[in-house]
């Protein structure tokens, strides 16, 4: 069974080194709100539940998000009108465009060349102007992405970055992926590294990952 506790991890990890700041019952890690299942991307850092780069999500301070989502809005349009039910394949295709090279080891040398090993603030956007990421860097880009066409009141519903650790091919790993909500309640899985996006339960019965909460059971 998958188990449900990485953010609870990273958050017991960190309040033990007194890293953790409190404002209005949310958890702030160097000044901005730590992002978790549910909670606002955009604007947010997100954490390991082990020690690693603290990635920064902020659209109106830099500019590789601004670029992702005009780069999904003209996918997403016919004759220059956005249409809503192509949003999430235009939001999956062009994240997907943006990080080709889904390498754990290149990522650790990035964060490494940037100073951003033990959770040291860097921006999605080197990832981004890289063209490399993983599961983790590709679930922050297509939430904050779903989050901008949301305030443009494009789409509506819930984007959400969620994760889990489960035994898979043998052994204990850890995941990360975008799932959306849509407005009449049906679950969309956009999980780039393992070349997924649907519902949740069009998922492949063999040899995925165990997207299902367990509310959703």
């Known amino acids: 069974m998958p188990e449900w506790n990485k953010t609870y991890a990273m958050?017991?990890?960190l309040?033990?080194?007194?890293?953790?700041?409190?404002r209005d019952g949310r958890d702030f890690y160097k000044g901005r709100p730590i992002i978790h299942r549910d909670s606002e991307v955009d604007g947010g850092v997100y954490l390991g539940a082990s020690e690693r780069e603290a990635i920064v999500v902020d659209s109106q301070k830099y500019l590789g998000l601004r670029k992702l989502y005009q780069t999904?809005?003209?996918?997403?349009?016919?004759?220059e009108n956005v249409r809503k039910n192509?949003?999430?394949?235009a939001v999956f295709q062009t994240v997907k465009e943006a990080m080709p090279k889904q390498d754990e080891k290149a990522v650790e040398e990035l964060v490494k060349k940037y100073g951003a090993?033990?959770?040291?603030?860097?921006?999605?956007d080197v990832f981004l102007d890289e063209g490399t990421g993983v599961c983790r860097h590709d679930a922050l880009a297509c939430a904050a992405t779903l989050e901008l066409f949301k305030k443009e009141g494009i789409i509506t519903g819930k984007?959400?970055?969620?994760?889990?650790s489960d035994s898979f091919d043998g052994k204990v790993q850890g995941h990360a992926w975008c799932r959306h909500l849509n407005s009449i309640g049906q679950v969309f899985i956009l999980d780039v590294a393992q070349n997924f996006i649907g519902r949740l339960e069009k998922a492949p019965d063999k040899n995925r990952w165990a997207y299902e909460r367990p509310e959703d059971f």
Not at 15 to 22: D, L, M, P, R, T
Not at 72 to 79: E, Q
Not at 86 to 89: D, I, K, N, S
């Open 11 to 13: 958050r017991n990890r």
């Open 15 to 22: 309040a033990s080194q007194g890293k953790i700041e409190v």
């Open 72 to 79: 999904a809005k003209a996918k997403a349009s016919i004759d």
């Open 86 to 89: 192509l949003v999430l394949e």
């Open 117 to 124: 090993q033990n959770d040291c603030k860097i921006n999605l």
């Open 159 to 164: 984007p959400s970055v969620d994760r889990n």
